[in-house]
C-alpha cells in the first residue's frame, strides 16, 4: 500500500464509532493524506480533515475547517487502485465531474492531460518498483488537481511518487500542486536519461567491438546487446512521444497558476528527454545496420572459403572416384605403387587446379 517505502497514516478511519469495521468507504485504498505549506512542511491531515475534504473535494470549502486555514497551504491525497473498491470510491468523489472521476478509476495504460476551468487533470507515465534499473516496466499515474488540491491514483507503487512525497517532508514545498507533477516528471525524465547513458555505453563497448574488425567476435551477442538496446529505447519512445504532444498541444488551456510548471518546465525537460531518446534510438538502429553489415560480409567470407575447398578437391574426387571402380583391367591395379601414385595424380590436380585460379584472380 506504499509507495517506495512511503508509510501509510493512521487515518483511514475517520469515525471512532467504525473502527471495529475497519476503514471507511471513502477512505478505501487511501495511502496518505497530507496538508503541504511553502516554506513550512507537511503534516499529515486528521480524519476529521480528510471526511471534510472527500465529502467536498473542492478547496472551495476548506475554509471551514480551522485547522485548514493557514495561508498558502494545499492539500494532497494519494490512493492505492488496487481494490475495486477503492476505485469505485475515487470515481465518485463528491465535488470532481464525473469524467475526472472515472479517469482517476482507471487501471489502463493511457497517457492524457486536459484543462478545465482551474481543474487540471490526466495521467502520466512512471517506472515501477522492480529492484534492477533494466527491468523497470512502464505503468501510468493519474491526477486531478486544482490550485490548493491534488488528488494522485496509481495501480503499482511507483518510486517517484514517494520520492515526491519525502522532498515535501524535507521542506521543499512548491507553491501549488502543479509543481508536484512537475517533480514527478522530472525524476521520471532523469530516470530515463540514466537508463540512456547505461544503453549508450553498452552501445561504445559494441561499436569498439566492431572498429576493431578481428577474428574470433561473437557477432550474434553483439546482435543481441544493440536489440536489447532498440527494445528498451523503443518502449521509453512509446512512453515519451505521448507526453511530449499532450505537454505541447496548442489547444490545451491550463489555469495560469499551472502553466510556469507544466507547459514551461515539464515541457522543455520532456522534450530534452526525447532528443536524447532519438537520437539514441538512430544510433542503435545505424550500428544494427552495420552489425548486420559485418555479419553478411564475416558470412560471404566462410563460404568463399568453403567455395575454394571444394573447388580445389573436386579434381582430387574426380581421380578417386575413377580408381574406385570395380571394373577389369583397372590402371595400376597390379605392383606395390599404385597407391603412391593415384595419390601423387590427386594432389597434382589439386595443385594445378590452385595454380589455374591464381591465373584467373579467382583467389
Known amino acids: 500500500m506504499s509507495d517506495n517505502t512511503v508509510p501509510s497514516f493512521p487515518f483511514v478511519v475517520l469515525d471512532p464509532a467504525l473502527k471495529k469495521e475497519g476503514r471507511t468507504r471513502l477512505t478505501q485504498g487511501l495511502v496518505w493524506a497530507v496538508c ?3 516554506g513550512v512542511g507537511i503534516r499529515a491531515l486528521e480524519p476529521a480533515e480528510v471526511k471534510a475534504i472527500l465529502a467536498s473535494a473542492t478547496p472551495d470549502q ?3 475547517i480551522g485547522s485548514m486555514q493557514q495561508d498558502g497551504c494545499w492539500f494532497w491525497l494519494h490512493f492505492d487502485m488496487v481494490h475495486s473498491s477503492a476505485r469505485n470510491n475515487v470515481a465518485h468523489l ?3 465531474p464525473e469524467d475526472v472521476g472515472a479517469m482517476l478509476a ?11 476551468g482551474d481543474t487540471v487533470w490526466g495521467s502520466f507515465p512512471a517506472f515501477d518498483d522492480a529492484l534492477a534499473e533494466e527491468d523497470r516496466e512502464i505503468c501510468a499515474w493519474r491526477f486531478a488537481m486544482k490550485r490548493d488540491f491534488l488528488i494522485t491514483t496509481r495501480r503499482t507503487p511507483i518510486p517517484v511518487l514517494g520520492a515526491a512525497y519525502r522532498t515535501l517532508e524535507n521542506d521543499h514545498v512548491p507553491r501549488n500542486p502543479a509543481g508536484v507533477i512537475d517533480m ?6 532523469t530516470t530515463v536519461r540514466r537508463q540512456l547513458g547505461q544503453l549508450d555505453d553498452e552501445l561504445d563497448r559494441t561499436e569498439d567491438v566492431l572498429l576493431l574488425k578481428e577474428r574470433g567476435h561473437d557477432l550474434g551477442h553483439l546482435g ?19 507526453v511530449d504532444r499532450v505537454l505541447r498541444d496548442e489547444d490545451l ?3 495560469d497558476w499551472a502553466e510556469d510548471d507544466l507547459r514551461d518546465r515539464a515541457e522543455r525537460q520532456v522534450h530534452a528527454a526525447l532528443d536524447d531518446l532519438i537520437a539514441l534510438h538512430d544510433r542503435a538502429r545505424s550500428l544494427q545496420d552495420e552489425l548486420a553489415s559485418n555479419q553478411a560480409e564475416e558470412t560471404n567470407r566462410r563460404l568463399y572459403i568453403v567455395s575454394v575447398m571444394t573447388t580445389l578437391m573436386l579434381p582430387a574426387t574426380f581421380v578417386t572416384g575413377f580408381f574406385g571402380m570395380n571394373t577389369g583391367g583397372m590402371f595400376l591395379a597390379e605392383g606395390g605403387i599404385g597407391t603412391i601414385i593415384a595419390g601423387g595424380i590427386c594432389f597434382l590436380s589439386m595443385a ?12
Open 224 to 242: 543481441s546487446i544493440v536489440g536489447k538496446v532498440r527494445r528498451r529505447t523503443s518502449e521509453l519512445r512509446r512512453a515519451m512521444v505521448p
Open 253 to 255: 488551456d491550463l489555469p
Open 62 to 64: 476548506f475554509h471551514l
Open 352 to 363: 594445378i587446379t590452385f595454380i589455374f585460379m591464381k591465373v584467373a584472380r579467382l583467389l
Open 184 to 189: 514527478v516528471l522530472r525524476d521520471f525524465t
Open 94 to 96: 463528491p465535488g470532481l
Open 106 to 116: 482507471e487501471t489502463e495504460y493511457g497517457i492524457a492531460l486536459e484543462a478545465s
Open 36 to 38: 503541504a505549506t511553502p
